[in-house]
């Protein structure tokens, strides 16, 4: 009984062993991962967010207001929004954003 405890004891001994061996090999090989990302995360990823800023922001020319089409499918208002009057969504522009009857006057 004590030779097969012993026996159990040294294998799970040398299995531990050589699964720390092996899980170091690996953490060696992928030492080279940190340093791409976070060049990728320099060079890619914030002058991508950056371009996405000025497009966004950048612009300072004003835009035209789209033409009103009084079709009956759009802007169908089946029951009143529970803000304000009821006739405008929770974010209206009114610069773009047109009500059943037309655009609001400025």
Known sequence: MAASLTSLARRSF?????NAASSTAETHAHDGGTKQWKMVSFLVAF????????NAFGSDHPHEQPEFY?????????KRFPWGEG??????NPHVNALPDG???H
């Not at 040398?14 to 050589?18: D, I, M």
């Not at 006739?87 to 209206?92: A, D, E, I, P, R």
């Open 14 to 18: 040398t299995t531990a062993v050589r």
């Open 47 to 54: 002058p991508a967010i950056l371009l996405g800023m000025f």
């Open 70 to 78: 009084p079709y009956e499918h759009l802007r169908l208002r089946n």
């Open 87 to 92: 006739q405008k969504s929770l974010f209206h």
């Open 103 to 105: 655009y609001e006057e």
